[in-house]
């Protein structure tokens, strides 16, 4: 069987995170004052990513970026608040939010029934574990692989060393990485050795020199990958 193992990333290619990010801010007690419109929800997007590829790249530690992010933003637009419990408000209603991306539930029906499937994320681990839980999608995954757990981050390749020790030393040409990330799923998996598909709805272009095996823009295009 080609790829009998499919290890998944969780944000943004499994879990409609852009979104589920919007519906927590609109629900946070300082929305009530500060109305998050679409040039705040912009702004949002572009920081956190920016943050989340600084943590990508060891330029700074994930506490760093969960508990400044908030004060980046407001000082951003020029508000004083005081952001010391918005991180935590935020990620208790973040892990409420589970909408899932076109074509995920069925992909991972599908693929799971004559393959295994893992969870392999950065994300912490009680946003996860509640997000799985609640999007009712715990029973497609054999396991969860967290960057919490394993010590490492992708796209370090030895978050995939750590995960394949615990998987049984499984032979790379059986194993798939799949996410939307250029920068921690396509390049963590071309860092170990192993095949890809980059997923990428938007049809963006890839200007970097991290090349996927294979790209889709629908998640339900994978399986016919694998015959």
């Known amino acids: 069987m080609k ?13 409609d995170t852009n ?10 007690d300082i929305a009530k004052s500060f109305p998050f419109d679409a040039e705040k929800i912009a702004y949002w ?6 943050l989340w590829l600084l943590f990508e790249q060891g330029k700074i530690s994930r506490d760093h970026l969960l508990n400044e992010r908030f004060q ?7 508000i004083d608040v005081d952001t ?13 939010e589970h909408d899932l991306l076109p074509n995920a539930r069925k992909t991972l029906a599908d693929l799971s029934r004559d393959r295994k ?9 009680f946003k996860q574990h509640a ?25 370090d390749p030895m978050f995939f060393k750590k995960m394949d020790e615990k998987l049984g030393n499984v032979p790379n040409d059986e194993m798939l990485v799949v996410g939307d990330s250029l920068t921690a799923d396509i390049a963590g998996a ?14 963006v272009q890839n200007t970097t020199d991290n090349k996927p095996t294979y790209e889709v823009n629908d998640l339900i295009k994978i399986e016919p990958l694998l015959k």
């Open 190 to 203: 071309n860092a170990a050795d192993l095949d890809s598909v980059w997923y990428n709805p938007q049809n």
């Open 19 to 28: 979104k589920n990010a919007e519906n927590a801010l609109h629900k946070m």
């Open 3 to 15: 790829y009998p193992i499919i290890l998944f990333d969780l944000d943004s290619t499994i879990l």
């Open 117 to 125: 499937l893992y969870v392999i994320s950065n994300g912490t681990k």
């Open 72 to 78: 980046k933003f407001f000082e951003h637009f020029k």
């Open 45 to 50: 997007h572009k920081m956190n990513n920016h």
């Open 84 to 96: 010391s419990s918005f991180q935590d408000e935020y990620i208790h209603l973040f892990a409420k």
């Open 131 to 155: 997000q799985i839980k609640g999007a009712d999608i715990g029973q497609y995954f054999d396991d969860i692989f967290l960057y919490e757990d394993l010590g490492y981050k992708k796209p």
